[in-house]
């Protein structure tokens, strides 16, 4: 029995391994229900070793939209292999098995396309032409296996490893030999309607990032900051920051503040200063060179707008970067996967330009930044639940500093 469990979980993994290998991008369409054919061998000999040789057909209906998939399989069993004996004699008589069985899968997301999964599931063995020792009786199964999705709309393969115990059977000669192994081919077709990712036609006639269906307020003139439900905002009352220019490096503008020989004047000695050109008003890390800051800000479900908790950590960062001149902001704007492709990328761009305009109002230089938008291509949390698409609606900063020859901004 060690053997078989062991053959049969090593057997599984190599599946799991050559499908991941071919694993493609895209975002497959998941649906309602599937409706699959099995392929596959049983051995219904596990006393020494497997051995596979009883072909195997069948098949199954999965219903999706549960967190543990319930799963209806029905097989067949030719058995050819009647080399096992009982009360000495063979089992030739022993021609097929029926077998029905209800299972819950459990699948483990590995990327859009490839997942593993594991089952345990109940069900009824049907023995024609019964004899001692091999009669029809309940069973339980548990196995391994993975799947792959290969387009949208498309069927789904699925490689599975079963083991199955009788429950009730006799010992025949003294030992145990009601356990079967099954490898199965299992090929799929969705049908039903699409979970998880609705396609919705998405219209915005203004251009003010509220979608038309939302949209209170629905010929807002282009550029006017509006709030949730697309009507406008009232001015805010921001306080301006205004950058100051870096005049020279070696000018007295820098003051000194250590008595060891420090050239740039940030405060690091020159024999440990590993960054020795920065300028004299940047903030420095123990070995004199610039520190770096990051943010991150999340949106609201098809919106470039800024939320008001958001709006103060923008400002930090603006602070931020007007204190460390020459660093240079590259922001980059992400949603999640609802919508359509083109569409996301429009969006993406337009929360990145949301926070580039913002920068700018709190007095950062337009020079220093830059925008790009990546649409729902780099996801940072599963797609499948509210909180993880909350969390892909974002926009990220990467944070630069040029080489410094002469003082001032570059």
Known sequence: MKKMIACAIAGTSILVSSLSAGVGAGHPKLRDYDFGVTFGATSIKNDNNIKLKNGTFGFNFQMNDYSVKPRFDFEYVRVTDKDRLIDGLKA??????????????????????????GLVGLGYEYVTDETQGFESHPFLQGGL???????????????????????????????????????????????????????????????????????????????????GSGCPLPEPKTEIIKEKVITSLE?????????????????????????????????????GCPVKANLMIHFATDSAKITDYSRPLVKKFAEF?????????????????????QYNMALSKRR???????????????????????????????????????????????????????????
């Open 92 to 117: 030739e008589q022993v021609n097929s098995l029926l077998k029905g069985s209800i299972n819950g899968i459990y699948e483990f997301q590995a990327t859009d396309r490839f997942f593993p999964y």
């Open 352 to 410: 990145a330009k949301a926070v580039r305009d913002l920068l700018i109002e709190y007095g950062v230089s337009p020079s220093r930044l830059s925008t790009e938008g990546r649409g729902e291509r780099e996801p940072i949390a599963s797609n499948k639940t509210a909180e993880g698409m909350a969390l892909n609606r974002r926009t990220e900063v990467h944070l630069t500093y040029p080489q410094y020859i002469d003082a001032g901004e570059k």
């Open 145 to 227: 296996g993975a799947g792959y999705r290969f387009r949208d709309n498309g069927f789904i393969v699925r490689l599975e490893a079963k083991i199955l115990q009788v429950l009730g059977g006799d010992d025949v000669n003294g030992k145990s030999e009601d356990n079967e192994v099954i490898a199965a081919l299992n090929f799929s077709v969705p049908f039903g309607k699409i979970l998880h990712k609705p396609q919705i036609k998405m219209i915005d006639s203004d251009g003010d990032g509220v979608m038309d269906q939302f949209d209170k307020c629905p010929n807002t003139p282009k550029g006017v900051r509006v709030d």
């Open 321 to 341: 970067l007007i204190k460390n001149k020459g660093s240079l902001v590259h922001i980059i704007g992400h949603t999640d996967w609802r919508g359509s492709d």
């Open 251 to 287: 000018g007295n503008e820098c003051p000194v503040k250590i008595d060891e020989p420090d050239r740039d004047r940030d405060g690091v000695p020159d024999e440990i200063d590993q960054c020795p050109n920065t300028p004299c008003d940047f903030s420095v890390d123990d070995k």
